[in-house]
T-cell receptor, first 110, second 116 residues
Framework: RKEVEQDPGPFNVPEGATVAFNCTYSNSASQSFFWYRQDCRKEPKLLMSVYSSGNEDGRFTAQLNRASQYISLLIRDSKLSDSATYLCVFSFSGNTPLVFGKGTRLSVIA | EAGVTQFPSHSVIEKGQTVTLRCDPISGHDNLYWYRRVMGKEIKFLLHFVKESKQDESGMPNNRFLAERTGGTYSTLKVQPAELEDSGVYFC??????????????FGPGTRLLVL
């Protein structure tokens, strides 16, 4: 079983739509969770950390469910510029390597 | 402030040759990580330096890969001799541990390596 499972997509959504991605992880010792965004042929960039209580950053909302071992990302009012691959990432503690999922591709169309 | 830089951006070499990748982390960052993405796979960890010391090299695929970080500043990753399966994108990331703050790793643009 892979450490991180994500639906690869692609998710093709119209501008203004709400889209949600889920990600499951297999190792219950995982401590820190993140969503990274990666544009085509670019490096991954941190979109947001995911906290147990859930957190929101503008149009983006992240949730963590430790009992079921999944995290989610909700994007509201999708923009064309949101088109990218969204990577589910965790680490076991601070200053340790990141473990990546393969990513979910999102295309927002006009 | 300059971000993480990597050189070269692309490298095409023949099987059996040697290639050296370089990473310059964000100034002052003690942590330096190497990752690799092979086509069709997820990004995978290779190696972690804290300053000049190798903290974790459990992700290094085999002894054809040698990483160094002399002086705790920039790092090099040498592949010798290169094999076809070494093709992929090699990312470097750096971070600075701060007490009570979740670590953020900042990635460089990557080096695209193609072994023919």
């Amino acid at each position: 079983r892979k450490e991180v499972e994500q639906d690869p997509g692609p998710f093709n959504v119209p501008e203004g739509a709400t889209v949600a991605f889920n990600c499951t992880y297999s190792n219950s010792a995982s401590q820190s969770f993140f969503w990274y965004r990666q544009d085509c042929r670019k490096e991954p960039k941190l979109l947001m950390s995911v906290y147990s209580s859930g957190n929101e950053d503008g149009r983006f909302t992240a949730q963590l469910n430790r009992a079921s071992q999944y995290i989610s990302l909700l994007i509201r009012d999708s923009k064309l510029s949101d088109s990218a691959t969204y990577l589910c990432v965790f680490s076991f503690s601070g200053n340790t390597p990141l473990v990546f999922g393969k990513g979910t591709r999102l295309s927002v169309i006009a | 402030e300059a971000g993480v830089t990597q050189f070269p951006s692309h490298s095409v070499i023949e099987k059996g040759q040697t290639v050296t990748l370089r990473c310059d982390p964000i100034s002052g960052h003690d942590n330096l990580y190497w990752y690799r993405r092979v086509m069709g796979k997820e990004i995978k960890f290779l190696l972690h330096f804290v300053k000049e010391s190798k903290q974790d090299e459990s992700g290094m695929p085999n002894n054809r890969f040698l990483a160094e970080r002399t002086g705790g500043t920039y790092s090099t990753l040498k592949v010798q001799p290169a094999e076809l399966e070494d093709s992929g994108v090699y990312f470097c990331a750096s971070s600075q541990p701060l007490a009570g703050v979740r670590e953020t790793q900042y990635f460089g643009p990557g080096t695209r390596l193609l072994v023919l």
